[in-house]
């Protein structure tokens, strides 16, 4: 316990280079300095936050494109003939059957790396519904050591978490699900990060990782488990966060860069639980 609560203690401080950029100069910082492992971020239905993706990934010219969004399955429908038609690539993935938004959206992060492999890391649903009511070293398997995933997380930091998920969700879920949402996220986190790591071993890097911002966090998600299973991978994480003009953030956030951008035009999430 007292190794892993040193460890996110650690992560939680913003390193030196950790700041807000414009999204016009993410291009040429990665091309500057690429890292091996490029988790980005994004609110999934902003559209901007996808383009700078494909801006991010264009100029890291990875060798494995990682995706939160598609199964390994999914993946493996991916052909050349597919990548060259969006509409026809969307379909056969099942993209929007699975409850993503439009692929429109992301269609242009795949064609930013034309040749990187293309590799889903989301789990089985039944998967990350056993780490809601069982361990998750016993969910993960072996290797959840290397994770993090055999120790809890210290009570503080819990009780944070869990009101984060309850927020989340509109304040709208009983209580007792609260530790089995935390538990599910922890355990997608450690998926993404091993998937990752594989991907970089499996073709060399660099590696693009494309999830959820909040999977993009230094101090506990899928940068920090990296860092927990191989110190010496040089990850770089950005964050994609959403502010209306004249809205002021957080001068600290999780992440070595984030971007900044209005929100995306949206219905009120929260409706259908009021209803």
């Known amino acids: 316990m ?86 026809a690539l969307g379909k056969a993935l099942g993209w929007e059957e699975a409850g993503w938004p439009d692929f429109a959206l992301y269609a242009p992060i795949f064609a930013a790396a034309p040749d990187a492999l293309i590799i889903g890391a989301a789990l089985p649903r039944d998967e990350v519904r056993r780490a809601m009511s069982e361990p998750l070293d016993r969910v993960f398997g072996p290797d959840a050591p290397r994770y993090g995933l055999d120790q809890a997380y210290a009570p503080e930091l819990q009780a944070q978490l869990e009101a984060e998920a309850q927020a989340d969700h509109c304040d709208a879920l009983p209580p007792e699900m609260l530790p089995g949402m935390v538990a599910a996220q922890r355990l997608r986190d450690g998926a993404f990060a091993r998937t990752a790591l594989r991907a970089l071993k499996t073709t060399g890097g660099p590696v693009a990782v494309i999830t959820g911002t909040g999977h993009a966090r230094n101090d506990r998600a899928v940068p920090a488990m990296i860092a927990q299973a191989n110190p010496g991978v040089r990850v770089l994480s950005l964050g994609q966060l959403e502010a209306e003009p004249g809205e002021s953030l957080s001068a600290d956030q999780p992440y070595d860069w984030w971007i900044v951008t209005p929100p995306a035009p949206r219905e009120d999430p929260c409706a259908a639980f009021r209803q």
């Open 2 to 87: 007292k190794k892993l609560v040193a460890l996110f203690a650690c992560l939680a401080l913003s390193p030196a280079s950790a700041e807000e950029i414009a999204a016009a100069d993410l291009p040429a910082r990665l091309s500057a300095d690429p890292p091996e492992i490029a988790v980005l971020g994004e609110v999934h239905d902003n559209a901007a936050h996808h383009l700078n993706q494909a801006a991010a990934v264009a100029a890291l010219h990875p060798r494995a494109l990682v995706f939160e969004m598609l199964s390994p399955d999914q993946a493996a429908r991916v052909t050349p003939d597919l990548r060259a038609d969006p509409v």
